[in-house]
Nanobody, 116 residues
């Protein structure tokens, strides 16, 4: 059974950093593009960053220069390093395949709250 489990969220002050991690069950994930998504209260879920199986990365403009996505295919993990966090980064963060997530793969996500 395919499962994606996100971790690493928390409460941080503006300007702070967090590192999110996504653990994927099933070796298939090393062959597909993966992404991080987020959903803020009252807003639609949006793609934040994506990484191909070969390591090419893509970011939404609002996080460029602040977030870094990476993957470890041997461990089936996808991480998101978030620096210089802003209040508007507050959301529940999810990982899934990219460029669109598979509906059955959405997990519980991890809450990121940026507040002073």
């Amino acid at each position: 059974q395919v499962q994606l489990v996100e971790s690493g969220g928390g409460l941080v002050q503006p300007g702070g950093s967090l590192r999110l991690s996504c653990a994927a069950s099933g070796s298939i994930f090393r062959f597909v593009a993966m992404g991080w998504y987020r959903q803020a209260p009252g807003k639609q879920r949006e793609s934040v960053a994506a990484i191909t199986s070969g390591g090419d990365t893509h970011y939404v403009d609002s996080v460029k220069g602040r977030f870094t996505i990476s993957r470890d295919n041997a461990k089936n993990t996808v991480d998101l390093q978030m620096n210089s966090l802003k209040v508007e980064d507050t959301a529940v963060y999810y990982c899934n395949t990219a460029p669109q997530g598979v509906s059955d793969y959405w997990g519980q996500g991890t809450q990121v709250t940026v507040s002073s």
